[in-house]
């Protein structure tokens, strides 16, 4: 028994410091950086994205040969993977027109539904709804 003793009296710091970097951990995961949940006009962007877009840019179970690009921050960086400008007017003009091997989406999605997928692009596809 002092044989265990000895061997665990060291450990105590070590303990409460891996008890201390795990709730921090908890805490940096869960409530301190929660982010909001979709606008229902995100959500319904996330909806859009998840039906016509996400085939190419996310599954690829179309088995494309040359994989699209990820969309998850285009909005993040200064250029699209295109080279054009990250705004609003050339990801609209790139879904609608097409560019290369992505097709046009002319006529598939009204004004509305183009507002909504670019909100929810700007929100960095994230997984939730609201």
Known sequence: ?????????????????????????SLLLSGCHSVPPLTPQQAEGKHLYDIRCAHCHEDNDLNLKQIPPNLHAVFMQAKLPSGAAATD?????????????????AGRF???????????LHAGLRPDGP
């Open 89 to 105: 007017t050339d990801v609209a003009r790139v879904v609608l027109k097409g560019r290369g091997l992505m097709p046009a989406f």
């Open 1 to 25: 028994m002092a044989d265990r003793e000895t061997e665990l009296s060291g450990k105590p710091n070590q303990l409460i410091r891996f008890a201390g970097r795990f709730a921090c951990l």
């Open 110 to 120: 009204t004004d509305e539904q183009m507002a909504a997928l670019l909100a929810y």
